[in-house]
């Protein structure tokens, strides 16, 4: 139901712009947030976008250097990493939930997750 891409490789300081597509049915109703894992640790929290696209919320460490859109148009939100930094490198999620929430349990769709590295 939802389709992540856009990850890669980019050094520190660089950019990258996520993808995440949705059948209709399942991006009309949602809003939609970007997660982010590591080896050992828990799905962390990054970005989270309402329905109409009129309110957002970020993580302390991604505020003011990602930001998350969507085109309802094209069932497709978007997350837009600048000055990326080596920390940031993760799996990174797409979610569609029926809240506008940072927590991943109250998300009912995933994405497969794709990979950004930021090398030093």
């Known amino acids: 139901q939802l389709q992540a891409s856009g990850g890669g490789l980019v050094q520190a300081g660089g950019s990258l712009r996520l993808f995440c597509a949705a059948s209709?049915?399942?991006?009309?109703?949602?809003?939609m947030g970007w997660f982010r894992q590591t080896p050992g640790k828990e799905r962390e929290f990054v970005a989270v976008?309402?329905?109409?696209?009129?309110?957002?919320y970020y993580a302390d460490s991604v505020k003011g250097r990602f930001t998350i859109s969507r085109d309802n148009a094209k069932n497709t939100v978007y997350l837009q990493m600048n000055s990326l930094k080596v920390e940031d490198t993760a799996v990174y999620y797409c979610a569609a939930g029926r809240g506008f929430t940072v927590r991943s349990r109250d998300y009912d769709y995933w994405g497969q997750g794709t990979l950004v590295t930021v090398s030093s």
């Open positions: 976008i309402s329905r109409s696209a009129g309110t957002t």
């Open positions: 209709e049915r399942t991006f009309s109703s949602a809003a």
